[in-house]
Each structure stands twice: as structure tokens, then as C-alpha cells.
């Protein structure tokens, strides 16, 4: 165990801490000098990163006149990005094409974001199935 001073490829410098044999240490350092960007700079990029796909996912939202999602700021950044993701896995289920914008018109009306946000993991047929009833109805008519 050992601490090392590190030369980022962004620039930047840090102290981190190694464990292991002098080999994987040495190659440990020569991977993260030549690869790697500090921590700051990659959580700088993945906020940046998410910043970008919640603006999309909310500009897309409104372009298709989805419903406003009720929740705090982050909640609701959060579930757009979750609601865009559930509406692209419904229109690659394999749906009949006269269904499928019915279907994520049922979907998407949930506008809680507790929904989506406990929902983020479900496939196609997981969020199918949690709006059966209304889904049944519209084949029924």
C-alpha cells in the first residue's frame, strides 16, 4: 500500500492510494496517466453528460405534448430521461403500428415521477403491464 502522485491525461494531478505487487502498481499508474481523466473532470463530464440527455428528454417531452411530471427538480430530470428511455422500448417492442402511439400515450400519462423512477428497469412488457386495464380497453374497442 502506497500513495502515488498521478499526471491525468486532462492535465490534472492527484495523490491516490495503490494496493497491490510493484508490477500492478506500476501498470496500474501507467493506465491511469496515459487513459484516465481525474475525478473532477469526469464527474464534470458525466454532469454534462446528463445535463445534455435530460434538456433532450425534456425538449422531447414537450414536442410530443407528454404531460409535466410531477416531482422536485431532480426527480423530474431524472424521469424525463427514464420516460424517453420507456418510450423508445415501447416503439421497439414489436407492437402493431395503430397501437403503439396509443399504447405510450397510456404510458406516458403517468406523471408521477415516483412511478418512473421505481419503474426505470422495467421492459416493455413490465410497463405494458402495469396499465393492462387500459391496454385491454383499447383492444376491446
Known sequence: M????????CG??????????????????AWLEANAVCPECHRARME?????????????AEAESLPKLNGTPK??????????DAIDKLKAAGLKE???GKVIAIVCAEADCRWWIDHRLDD???????????????RNN
Not at 12 to 20: D, K, R, S, V, W
Not at 21 to 26: A, G, L, M, P, S
Not at 75 to 84: D, G, K, V
Open 2 to 9: 502506497a500513495k502515488y502522485t498521478i499526471n491525468y491525461k
Open 75 to 84: 426527480q423530474i430530470a431524472w424521469a424525463e430521461t427514464i420516460r424517453r
Open 12 to 29: 490534472h494531478t492527484a495523490e491516490i492510494q495503490l494496493f497491490g505487487n510493484r508490477d500492478e502498481r506500476d501498470r496500474k499508474i
Open 98 to 100: 395503430e397501437i403503439v
Open 48 to 60: 454534462q453528460e446528463r445535463a445534455e440527455a435530460t434538456a433532450k428528454a425534456a425538449a422531447d
Open 124 to 138: 416493455s412488457k413490465a410497463m405494458m403491464m402495469a396499465h393492462k386495464d387500459a391496454i385491454m380497453a383499447l
